[in-house]
């Protein structure tokens, strides 16, 4: 996986998608010192960092692949989460330029500094982010989980996209879906967190004991050592959010919506990647959330759940794959 504290930058992108800086050489992804069942792939991309300058922040992104491509890819990670999330499925991707932004607040990125870590604050970001890195409107939009919401949004509010992809769709509120004693709990659990002075509040929020909690629920797979994989994954990466603000704003937002509520508006092809043993986002209410996007395919992964990024990233990228090459090439 990159280390993207010691990664060379290799420009600033600014609003209107010019770039600034030198633009250096291409690395590779570097697997981390625990075992990835994806290493091989992994160390086989090449990536670039870069910095793009947004509504007050320089939110850093990542490049995948080559520029030359002819397929363009911008991918969203879900609550909690980064770049680093969505390499499993980056690495089984071919020919397609993948750029990864960490969201505003999440991984390397500051917060946007008057709030908004919701989903009308990263809609129109996501917007903003399309208009700097594909000013064609040429790009294909995908986001998993809670991204999966803020995609949605932003392109019923007219972001300009050839298609959306949605893995692991939030298809109903989670405040309504079948693990609803287990989100009050977690609900309370942030309250908590909100109640507390600043600093204890954030400790509390980035207990490691709660990290493991919430790996275990989420994890599916019976493989041992993908699993010990995901642990430490979410031990690395789930607590880097940027403050106790950025996380209880953008988690509350993940509880209240859904991509339902947008998908009526969506006007371009749809892609949806669902898991069988999603109890977040179950096949029943992917099945219905389908329905309600005018013009969108449902493809149902076997053997997984929430965290099929990790668990099954070659059978994501194969139904991404085929979806893509359904496009017309401009």
Do not use: C, K
């Not at 050489?25 to 075992?35: E, I, K, V």
């Not at 399309?130 to 999966?148: K, M, Q, R, Y």
């Not at 880097?240 to 937002?253: C, I, M, N």
């Amino acid at each position: 996986m990159v280390d993207g504290a010691a990664m060379p930058r290799s420009g600033v992108i600014d609003g209107a998608g010019s770039r600034a800086g030198r633009r250096g050489g291409r690395n590779r992804l570097r697997p981390m010192s625990d075992p990835s069942p994806y290493a091989p792939l992994i160390a086989r991309v090449p990536v670039r960092e870069e910095e793009v300058a947004l509504r007050g922040v320089r939110a850093r992104l990542w490049v995948y692949g080559a520029d030359s491509a002819d397929r363009t890819l911008v991918f969203v990670h879900g609550l909690r989460g980064d770049h680093h999330g969505l390499e499993p499925i980056v690495a089984h991707l071919e020919g397609v330029r993948v750029v990864v932004p960490d969201l505003p607040g999440f991984g390397a990125s500051p917060p946007l500094p008057a709030g908004g870590h919701d989903v009308a604050g990263y809609a129109a970001w996501i917007r903003d982010l399309l208009a700097a890195v594909a000013p064609g409107g040429d790009a294909v939009l995908a986001g998993h989980s809670f991204g999966s919401i803020v995609t949605a949004a932003a392109v019923a509010q007219g972001a300009p996209v050839r298609a959306l992809v949605l893995v692991n769709p939030i298809a109903a509120s989670a405040l309504a879906g079948p693990r609803v004693v287990m989100t009050r709990l977690t609900v309370l659990y942030h309250r908590l967190a909100a109640a507390l002075p600043e600093r204890a509040g954030t400790a509390l929020l980035r207990n490691p004991v709660m990290t493991r909690v919430a790996s275990v629920a989420m994890a599916t797979t019976g493989d041992r050592e993908l699993r010990r994989w995901i642990h430490a994954e979410h031990d690395r990466y789930f607590s880097t959010f940027a403050d106790r603000r950025t996380l209880l704003e953008a988690f509350h937002a993940s509880v209240r919506h859904d991509v339902g509520e947008s998908a009526a508006a969506v006007a371009v092809p749809t892609l949806l990647v669902a898991a069988d043993r999603d109890d977040l986002a179950p096949p029943a209410a992917q099945h219905t959330l389908a329905g309600r996007f005018p013009d969108a395919r449902l493809v149902v992964v076997p053997g997984t759940g929430h965290l099929a990024h990790y668990e099954a990233p070659a059978a994501v990228a194969a139904a991404l794959t085929e979806f893509l090459a359904g496009l017309p090439i401009r």
